[in-house]
């Protein structure tokens, strides 16, 4: 079975007004032609415009969240639907900011991975360890239970992607050694080969947790490591293809 392609996926938070889909624009004129694949989730108001600023091009647009539900009495939610409609492939799902803030469980994300198969959405759903798992010696127990526990079976054939983002690592310039990367993503692969069997070596599974262009292409070459979710450096396209140049292969 061939390595998936790798994913260079940028989450901008709550970040972005209009004028900044002239970095998402910058993004697409340096994209590379082939051997990665690059997706940029703005916050939603951002989906639709950014979606028309880019098509044609090989930058999809996600969506940071979404609800379980097709519609409803959800003030200040956006289903699958909704995002789909704007123009979005993909969906960050289960992000620690998200499980910390909205006190997400597994179960809670694992019903918006259904929705956003629904919705034909590729879902990137994130797992990672706090700094007291880390400390605890808990880091793989943690994190394979949240794979477990997350990713529903409903993903069986279906095109998704795992992102480790260890809690600690995020928006901190704190990087896990590239050994502990490595460990981590290893326990991974193995939870999806053992949950959904010869398939499992198909999903990408990324790194997430302070990249930048200087520190990119060594974690890139980690084995396991299938790409990487970017948060504050996917906000100037600069930096964001400063980390695509990192990837293997280019
Ligand atoms: C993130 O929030 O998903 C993230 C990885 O952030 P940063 O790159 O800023 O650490």
Redesign the pocket.
């Known amino acids: 079975m061939s390595a998936p392609v790798p994913l260079i996926a940028g989450?901008w938070?709550m970040h972005g007004l209009g004028p900044a889909l002239s970095e998402a624009r910058a993004i697409a004129a340096g994209a590379p032609a082939a051997g990665v694949r690059l997706a940029l989730c703005p916050p939603s108001t951002l989906v639709e415009r950014m979606s028309a600023a880019l098509a044609g091009s090989a930058v999809s647009v996600g969506g940071q969240d979404c609800h379980p539900e097709v519609a409803g009495a959800f003030t200040g939610d956006v289903s699958a639907e909704m995002l789909a409609e704007a123009g979005a492939r993909m969906v960050i799902l289960g992000?620690s900011?998200r499980r910390a803030t909205y006190a997400e469980s597994d179960e809670i994300v694992a019903s918006k991975v259904r929705a956003a198969l629904r919705a034909e959405l590729e879902p990137i759903v994130c797992v990672g360890e706090t700094l007291a798992d880390r400390e605890g010696g808990r880091t793989l127990d943690v994190v394979t239970w949240q794979v477990r526990n997350s990713l529903p079976q409903d993903l069986s054939g279906r095109a998704f992607t795992v992102a480790y983002?260890p809690v600690w690592?995020?928006?901190t310039g704190l990087t896990p050694s590239l050994a502990d990367i490595e460990e981590v993503h290893r326990a991974i692969r193995d939870t999806l080969r053992d949950q959904f069997g010869p398939a499992g070596a198909e999903p990408a599974i990324l790194y997430?947790?302070?990249?930048k262009p200087a520190n990119a292409a060594e974690i890139l070459a980690v084995p396991e490591v299938g790409g990487a979710?970017?948060?504050?450096?996917s906000l100037k396209a600069g930096d964001f293809l400063g980390i695509v140049a990192g990837t293997p292969g280019l």
């Open positions: 989450n938070k992000h900011e983002e690592a995020i928006g997430g947790g302070s990249v979710l970017v948060g504050g450096a």
